[in-house]
């Protein structure tokens, strides 16, 4: 995945450019580039990332340019492979984000009719393509290459001497961002948000012709409208505020982001979305489809909707549900992305909507392609999440879930009363863990110097186990797994000894009296304990190392606390360890490529 940017305006390119680069680093930042059309096409590229590249160039003038920040997947990182690439003229840059699956055959092609490549990328194909069908125009050259690719692209094309940038897409993302006298194109939102909040976002084979004084968008060469939409985030959600990281930043956010999804949803527990319209022939069971930290929200809302609504739930991974033969009968579909954008997640929704269900998207941004091909949309409210790790944007989608569920719940009217008033607590109740971190905080720097960490949990905690593995390895580079606590003494009981740390996610639940005999197990195969407990627990504390006291919630809830806590630990481990904490090495924020 790369990040790709393109301005057309009234300022000197080459500062915006590299403004909305670095804004777009958590999607890569191996090297990076950009192309300004000025006096002939300046070309500034390498091995770098935007800061040290900034520093690096001299001020180019023009006022149209295209910029890339990548994440190598065709030819390794190098100031070569670096994008924008060129035509054998230099009169044509392209920044692309995709993969080209033909492009060797292509280049074979035109290496046979004269053309000279100078990278491993795929991408190169393109300005050379561009570069033969050219005749005057533009847009007909790009559409006509376009019809040689197979595979994704999202791209950018400046052509020296042309006012206008020609941008198109197809299964990677791209948007254009239009201001006063000056627009913009780029792989997402928060490259933009210093210069404008107006974006439209293409679709899928379009082809969009932008000035600095509008845009044309074509499909299947036919003028196409495409509606605008304003983004709700201000350019300061998408900055650091003096936090060390973004993630750090995310996690202190996450009180404001529970706030403002409730408020978002209304006071009183009702529906805010209209299930029963996807209810076709009378619901039997749910089908929740995500990936990553998304399909762990998912396993938390099973156990959620299993206990509230009485219904079966069963959860796949979008990466896996789209090879599998699925029985999809009488079941409502419910798709859970941040993004919007992952590709497993856009397939599996496209395969369940051939399949002739209706399926419910919940993400967090406006206007995302998961927003425009669901039947319905369930926002969540955290704000641009900039770190790769996620953290609010998956207490967001809990908390979204939790709603959906009380308001189509068949428990009884005290009981939700109850609900609803733990729910309101939550932000109060997060806040508190986050004002009494240093503890968590000493935790977080004793497992830095392990090599392998498991962590485990039961019941509606075993999603939470998982994603604190998740998080703990994603960014401090720790092997860590997740674990039901009953599965340990099944296979990894035989990899415990005292350099292998377990942290024990207990809650004061059905399960509590389980995982105070597999905490017992675990000491007793010599291993270091960290154990989450209830305020108040004397139990555990005979038996762990650390203990972290968590505030009370109803039980239901306690993931939502216990998560809190995990996130803080990764996060404490990592920077322990001197990890580039926003943007873990061969991560990226969203997964386009399947
Ligand atoms: O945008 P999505 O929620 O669809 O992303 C899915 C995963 O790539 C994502 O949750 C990933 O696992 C997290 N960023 C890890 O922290």
Not at 24 to 34: A, K, M, P, V
Not at 70 to 85: I, K, L, Q
Not at 356 to 369: D, K, P, Q, R
Request: aromatic fraction near 8%; include cysteine.
């Amino acid at each position: 995945m790369c990040g790709i940017v393109g301005y057309i305006g009234n300022k000197p390119a080459q500062p915006v450019l590299f403004k909305c680069l670095a804004r777009l680093e958590y999607r890569g930042y191996d090297s990076c580039g950009i192309a300004v059309a000025g006096n002939g096409i300046d070309l500034q590229k390498d091995r770098l990332r935007v800061g040290e590249l900034v520093k690096k160039v001299p001020l180019l003038e023009g006022m149209t340019g295209v910029g890339h920040t990548r994440w190598a997947t065709c030819g390794e990182p190098s100031a070569a492979n670096a994008h924008p690439h060129l035509d054998c003229s230099g009169c044509i840059a392209v920044v692309h984000n995709g993969i080209i699956s033909n492009f060797q055959e292509l280049q074979q092609q035109l290496t046979d009719e004269g053309h000279h490549f100078l990278s491993q990328t795929d991408t190169e194909v393109l300005p050379h393509l561009i570069e033969k069908y050219y005749q005057g125009n533009l847009e007909e050259a790009v559409a006509a290459a376009l019809k040689d690719i197979e595979g994704s692209y999202a791209i950018v094309v400046l052509r020296e001497g042309e006012s206008k940038l020609v941008v198109a897409r197809k299964d990677s993302p791209l948007i254009v961002g239009i201001g006063d006298q000056e627009n913009f194109a780029a792989s997402d939102v928060p490259a933009i948000l210093d210069y404008t909040n107006r974006v439209v976002y293409l679709e899928e084979e379009d082809i969009g012709v932008i000035t600095n004084s509008g845009i044309e968008i074509r499909q299947n060469g036919s003028v196409i409208r495409r509606k605008e939409h304003k983004i709700p985030w201000s350019v300061d959600e998408a900055q650091k505020a003096g936090y060390e990281h973004f993630m750090l930043k995310e996690i202190h956010e996450q009180p404001r982001v529970i706030r403002d999804t409730l408020i978002g949803y209304g006071h009183e527990i009702a529906p805010i979305i209209d299930l029963e319209s996807m209810r076709d022939t009378g619901t039997e069971a749910m089908l929740f489809v995500a990936c990553g930290t998304s399909y762990h929200a998912g396993l938390v809302g099973k156990c959620i909707f299993e206990e509230l609504l009485g219904i079966p739930v069963r959860v796949e991974l979008a990466s896996e549900f789209n090879y599998y033969p699925q029985t999809l009968a009488k079941t409502m579909s419910i798709v859970i992305t941040q993004s919007g954008e992952t590709a497993d997640t856009i397939k599996a929704t496209r395969r369940l909507q051939e399949k002739g269900c209706h399926v419910l998207a919940i993400t967090n941004v406006v206007g995302s392609t998961i927003s425009r091909i669901a039947d319905l949309t369930l926002y969540t409210q955290a704000g641009p999440e900039i770190s790769v790790a996620s953290t609010k944007s998956f207490i967001a989608e809990l908390v979204a879930l939790y709603w959906l569920a009380m308001s189509y719940s068949i428990a009884d009217i005290k009981r939700l009363a109850d609900m609803l008033m733990t729910l309101r607590q939550l932000p109060n109740t997060v806040q508190q863990v986050l004002d009494n971190k240093s503890g968590i905080k000493q935790c977080g720097e004793y497992l830095a110097g392990y090599d392998n960490i498991f962590f485990i949990g039961r019941g509606i905690n075993y999603p939470v186990a998982l994603e604190g593995a998740l998080k703990l390895k994603e960014i401090s580079y720790i092997h860590a797994e997740g674990y039901a606590a009953g599965e340990l003494k099944h296979g990894p009981f035989a990899l415990l000894d005292k350099d292998t740390p377990v942290v024990a996610v207990v809650a004061k639940d059905n399960t509590y009296e389980a995982m105070l005999n597999n905490i017992r197990e675990i000491k007793t195969r010599g291993a270091p304990v960290i154990a989450l407990v209830e305020n108040g627990d004397e139990s555990v504390g005979e038996m762990a190392d650390f203990v972290i006291s968590v505030p009370k919630v109803g039980l239901i809830f306690s993931p939502i606390v216990n998560s809190v806590v995990l996130q803080l630990l990764a996060y404490y481990a990592a920077e322990k360890r001197g990890c580039p904490i926003d943007f873990p090495r061969n991560l990226a924020k969203s997964v386009t490529v399947e």
